[in-house]
């Protein structure tokens, strides 16, 4: 068990929809990584969070919105979905910026 | 963009034998990680390797980083049914935000 919690575990919805995923991140982290896992991409790195501030932005469409609240859990926001946004989607967390990452088990999305 | 390829991306091998993954870039990494990944479940954490030329053995498993910080291998001797699982490195471009580009990963299955 990694400490970091993922929920809901699966997702299912239709095109058009909106959906929001969650991540409580370990004890103590106050770094949160958000990450895209498909099977002709692998892990792709989405946006990270710091304190409740964004940190780095990488891969992230603008459909896909994040944000960390004071309580240091962080919201990843898909909107407007599309088959190709089905995916398993990680969060992960470190103690800070420069310190290794440990991901929680992901919510997997599937766009029907 | 910095990219890892990670070879081969199918391995299938028999109980007690050994094996080596590979990680190569072009581009230099601050630091690597190696993650293994099970099905349903987040990656985990094996080693970070930080130096050049730096080598971590974690029992069966020995991690090296190549001296220019653009490869890395991993080396299991006497591979068990437990190693079975995907094995992605991942390398930090640093710079304070520690973000993450991963490869694509190796599938390891090892046959009793």
């Known amino acids: 068990d990694s400490g970091v919690t993922q929920t809901p575990k699966h997702l299912i919805t239709a095109t058009g929809q909106r959906v929001t995923l969650r991540c409580s991140p370990r004890?103590?982290?106050?770094?949160v990584y958000w990450y895209q896992q498909s099977l002709d991409q692998g892990l792709q790195f989405l946006i990270q969070?710091?304190?409740?501030?964004?940190?780095a932005k990488g891969n992230i469409l603008e459909r896909f919105s994040a944000q960390q609240f004071p309580d240091l859990h962080s919201e990843l926001n898909l909107s407007s979905l599309e088959l190709g946004d089905s995916a398993l989607y990680f969060c992960?967390?470190?103690?800070?910026?420069?310190?290794?990452?440990?991901f929680g088990d992901g919510t997997r999305l599937s766009i029907l | 963009t910095q990219l890892l390829e990670q070879s081969p991306q199918f391995l299938s091998i028999q109980e007690g034998e050994n094996l080596t993954v590979y990680c190569n870039s072009s581009s230099v990494f601050s630091s690597l990680q190696w993650y293994r990944q099970e099905p349903g479940e987040g990656p985990v954490l094996l080693v970070t390797?930080?130096?050049?030329?730096e080598v971590k053995k974690l029992k069966r498993l020995t991690f090296q980083f190549g001296d220019a910080r653009k490869d890395s291998s991993l080396h299991i001797t006497a591979a068990q049914p437990g190693d079975t699982g995907l094995y992605l490195c991942a390398g930090a471009s640093g710079a304070g935000s520690y973000q993450l580009t991963f490869g694509k990963g190796t599938k390891l299955s090892v046959i009793p």
């Open positions: 992960a967390s470190s103690r800070d910026s420069n310190q290794p990452q440990h």
């Open positions: 969070y710091y304190n409740g501030e964004e940190r």
């Open positions: 390797v930080v130096t050049g030329g």
């Open positions: 004890s103590g982290d106050l770094s």
